[in-house]
């Protein structure tokens, strides 16, 4: 009896060193490992990344390629932001346009005031909100009016979701910065775009955003879209920089003017 109860605790002995040892070798995963992370949670991580930052600066970029039944066209836009918390925010981007036609786009707010400013339209205007500043170049800006400006300031942008229907797809390089990918849709499709002075029809989309795994910066965003006459392929390029010195110049509303 004694022997074999001796024998049972030396073989208990050694399963609990061999389950001790692969424990050793497959460690669980610490505080810092992200690789677990859902959609969701990055997301979310994001989202509050931006809302709870002291400041933010971008300069940017949107690439679109356009194919349609009789050709293919595409344009640059490049655009950039300036934000100090709790009220002080610009944004400009230039529609390059054919040829010669450029044509670029302000919002600017300091405390309660707002301003915003189209070349195509000229004159200082006041709209009645920032959200409805930023909301009229929506389409035209490839919506990098709203993108980023909504999550610095969630007030104006509500408690929307970012994607939806997201989904964690294989993580990739943006120009050296590893970074989570997330897929979904920015809003339920068929949607209504205003593009400028007229109205088109998004039949569906597909909206892929790289984040920065280290920052949680939104570093690219490739959407694919396709109209009722056309299909288009967005990218969108953002070089951000989260809690630094904006320099008043960068905030400054200026006025627009063509080269």
Same mark, same amino acid.
């Given at each position: 009896?004694? +022997?074999g109860?001796? *024998?049972?605790?030396?073989?208990?002995?050694? %399963? $609990?060193?061999?389950?001790?040892?692969?424990?050793?070798?497959?460690?669980?995963?610490?505080?810092?490992d992200?690789?677990?992370?859902?959609?969701?949670?990055?997301?979310?991580?994001?989202? *509050?990344?931006?809302?709870?930052?002291?400041?933010? *600066?971008?300069?940017?970029?949107?690439?679109?390629?356009?194919?349609?039944? &009789? !050709?293919?066209?595409?344009?640059?836009?490049?655009?950039?932001?300036?934000?100090?918390?709790?009220?002080?925010?610009?944004?400009?981007?230039?529609?390059? !346009? $054919?040829?010669?036609?450029?044509?670029?786009?302000?919002?600017?707010? @300091?405390?309660?005031?707002?301003?915003?400013?189209?070349?195509?339209?000229? &004159?200082?205007?006041?709209?009645?909100?920032?959200?409805e500043?930023?909301?009229?170049?929506? !389409?035209v800006?490839? @919506?990098?009016?709203?993108?980023?400006?909504e999550?610095? $300031?969630?007030?104006?942008?509500?408690?929307?979701?970012?994607?939806?229907?997201?989904? *964690?797809?294989?993580?990739?390089?943006?120009?050296?910065?590893?970074?989570?990918?997330?897929?979904?849709?920015?809003?339920?499709?068929?949607?209504? %775009?205003?593009?400028?002075?007229?109205?088109?029809?998004?039949?569906?989309?597909?909206?892929?955003?790289?984040?920065? +795994?280290?920052?949680?910066?939104?570093?690219?965003?490739?959407?694919?879209?396709?109209?009722? @006459?056309? +299909?288009?392929?967005?990218?969108?390029?953002?070089?951000?920089?989260?809690?630094?010195?904006?320099?008043?110049?960068?905030?400054?509303? !200026?006025?627009?003017?063509?080269?």
């Open positions: 009896m004694g +022997r109860t001796s *024998r049972m605790q030396m073989g208990l002995a050694a %399963l $609990l060193l061999a389950l001790a040892g692969t424990a050793t070798a497959q460690p669980a995963p610490g505080a810092g992200n690789a677990s992370l859902t959609p969701e949670m990055i997301l979310l991580k994001m989202k *509050r990344t931006y809302a709870a930052c002291r400041s933010y *600066r971008d300069t940017g970029e949107v690439r679109t390629s356009s194919t349609t039944d &009789g !050709g293919h066209f595409g344009s640059e836009l490049p655009f950039a932001t300036a934000f100090v918390r709790p009220d002080r925010f610009r944004f400009e981007f230039t529609d390059q !346009g $054919l040829g010669e036609r450029r044509a670029k786009y302000i919002v600017w707010v @300091s405390g309660d005031e707002v301003r915003s400013w189209w070349d195509a339209q000229p &004159g200082v205007r006041q709209p009645g909100s920032l959200g500043a930023l909301q009229v170049a929506a !389409g800006s490839g @919506s990098s009016s709203v993108r980023v400006p999550m610095l $300031l969630p007030a104006i942008g509500g408690e929307s979701a970012v994607l939806l229907g997201a989904e *964690r797809i294989e993580d990739g390089d943006d120009r050296g910065v590893e970074c989570f990918r997330i897929r979904g849709k920015s809003r339920p499709t068929p949607y209504t %775009l205003t593009m400028g002075k007229r109205q088109v029809t998004v039949k569906d989309e597909s909206v892929t955003l790289w984040i920065d +795994r280290a920052s949680f910066l939104l570093r690219k965003v490739e959407q694919n879209r396709t109209f009722q @006459s056309y +299909r288009e392929e967005a990218t969108t390029l953002y070089s951000p920089a989260l809690n630094v010195d904006v320099q008043p110049g960068d905030l400054a509303f !200026g006025v627009a003017t063509n080269p």
